[in-house]
DNA sequence: TTTTATTAATTGAACGTTCAATAAAAATTG
DNA sequence: CAATTTTTATTGAACGTTCAATTAATAAAA
């Protein structure tokens, strides 16, 4: 029934399922960032990835699905990079391992446009999504423990709750800053901001 | 040429604008906190402030139009919390001063569940649309002079600054951490840690 | 042969916008 | 004052477009 003027098919590889999730992935991401989630189509991101779009339904099971696997690819990024960052620092006291989280914060896989635009994206769309806010909280609270964790280490319980609570709202509102400025973003700047505030926090004990 | 089937029509009274496009920016409210921003048709919109669709286009050219004088109207209110506490303050000192603008930021009037919702709608948005980028960005800029130029009250130059950007961060911080927990959001906590951030950066000259 | 991989074409629902119709109210004219 | 024209306010059906999702076709690989 179908009308064809050439007998070209795709050639079928086997193997291919994670190559094309990667791509696809990336392709969402530079989609979001070029035109936004609302305009960012399936055909729009398939194109980009250089396949149809049914591949995306066959892959993600449709266009949330794809969407809520690029975000569980950044949040695997941001913890990628935390664990890199605690393993770089000589010793694991608490000054040293603020120091990493924050540094993890502002981590090259974090501070990408596509990457700050989708999670921007995220935040937005998650507060209607009970699957996206669950994964949203998991990593919020996961941040607000780990911060506590170090804090507790020198701090009294209320102290370390509060120092945790002024350092993971800094570390956003000066991610989100540098993400709303169309320029650059001056992220050592932002570090150091936040490791000041680190430092002073642990001081006052 | 219009199929009728009972010869009701609307009564059209004169002065409705300024109540309509009240009308209107509320239910946008109201929609984008039901379903979110890409959910919220016009119909919708439309159906819950009781009017019938036409009359978006009519006054605002349409959903964009519609979406930009939501924004204008939360920022507005904005500005006069800023105004409401700068005034209720006792003198016009530094410290009294940020505590003021502190306060401002977290008013009822921008901790409201829709009013959240429609910000981050707004943020999201913003990054593909110049005209409300613009929007953005002078709101930004000016709550980023307001604690500047507060803070050189007291302390030098890169100080002020510095100090400027850190509160700056740790307010939008605050205020998306709390608009992302679904239950209540503490204000009189996050009131605090500001404020005892701004203290601490004043002392510090 | 069945499975895996993929595409092009198609479908049907949803959406924003436009527009003719309608009438009260206000302004203008005779 | 009465008759008319214009302005303001409003509706809701119709239109055209855009999408996401589905389907039939195809073939290499297992």
């Known amino acids: 029934m179908q009308v064809k003027i050439k007998e070209i098919w795709a050639v079928p590889k086997i193997g291919m399922e994670p190559i094309r999730r ?4 990336q392709a969402t991401m530079e989609a979001i960032d070029e035109v936004g989630l609302a305009d960012a189509t ?3 991101i398939a194109h980009k990835a250089g396949v149809s779009t049914g591949i995306i339904s066959h892959y993600f099971g449709g266009k949330d ?3 809520e696997a690029t975000m569980r690819h950044i949040l695997g990024d941001l ?6 960052w605690r393993d770089s620092t000589p010793d694991d006291s608490p000054h040293d391992h603020l120091h990493a989280i924050i540094r993890a914060n502002f981590d090259r896989s974090q501070v990408d446009r596509s990457v700050m635009k989708t999670w921007l994206a995220f935040w937005a769309t998650s507060m209607h999504r009970p699957d996206l806010q669950r994964l949203q909280r ?3 609270r996961r941040l607000f423990s780990n911060l506590c964790h170090q804090f507790h280490r020198v701090l009294p319980h209320d102290k370390a709750r509060n120092a945790a609570r002024g350092l993971a709202a800094l570390i ?5 800053r540098g993400a709303l400025v169309p320029d650059g973003f001056d992220t050592e700047r932002a570090i150091a901001l936040a490791y000041r505030y680190a430092d002073e926090q642990l001081a006052a004990n």
Chains 1, 2 share one sequence.
């Open 172 to 176: 956003d509102g000066l991610w989100l």
């Open 42 to 44: 399936i055909a729009r």
């Open 138 to 140: 998991v990593n919020d």
């Open 22 to 25: 990667q791509q696809l992935i």
């Open 65 to 67: 699905g794809l969407f």
């Open 79 to 84: 913890g990628q990079a935390i664990r890199k």
